[in-house]
Nanobody
Framework: QVQLLEGGGGSVEIGGSLSVSCAAT????????MVWVRQAPGKERETVAI????????SVADSVKGRFAISQDSAENTLYLNMNSLKPEDAGLYHC?????????????????WGQGIQVTVSS
């Protein structure tokens, strides 16, 4: 079992910056990737960013490219997402997610483990 606990988030004005973090505990060995997935009311779930565990390879969705950055602290089993130039469409519930086998950036793949999510609000 893997437990994922998100932190940070909150409310920010359009164009502002915000960071979210995720602490992973439990049986974290063998994870292939750590992922941020967001869900907004009335919208499809979107995989925002992926980092492959044990390496430096990352992928981000086109919708956030150049504005969001994902990183990890392997020693601390902590995942981060730094978000800049935030837009209203970036608002939603951001989930920290992990999987042992498959890490697609697109689609609605059901990753192994999910955190409860943390709210990000972007207002004018």
């Amino acid at each position: 079992q893997v437990q994922l606990l998100e932190g940070g988030g909150g409310s920010v004005e359009i164009g502002g910056s915000l960071s979210v973090s995720c602490a992973a505990t439990g049986d974290t060995a063998g994870r292939k990737c750590m992922v941020w997935v967001r869900q907004a009311p009335g919208k499809e779930r979107e995989t925002v960013a992926i980092v492959y565990v044990g390496g430096w390879i990352t992928s981000v969705a086109d919708s956030v490219k150049g504005r969001f950055a994902i990183s990890q602290d392997s020693a601390e089993n902590t995942l981060y997402l730094n978000m800049n130039s935030l837009k209203p469409e970036d608002a939603g519930l951001y989930h920290c997610v992990t999987d042992a086998n498959y890490c697609p950036l697109t689609g609605t793949y059901q990753f192994d483990y999910w955190g409860q999510g943390i709210q990000v609000t972007v207002s004018s």
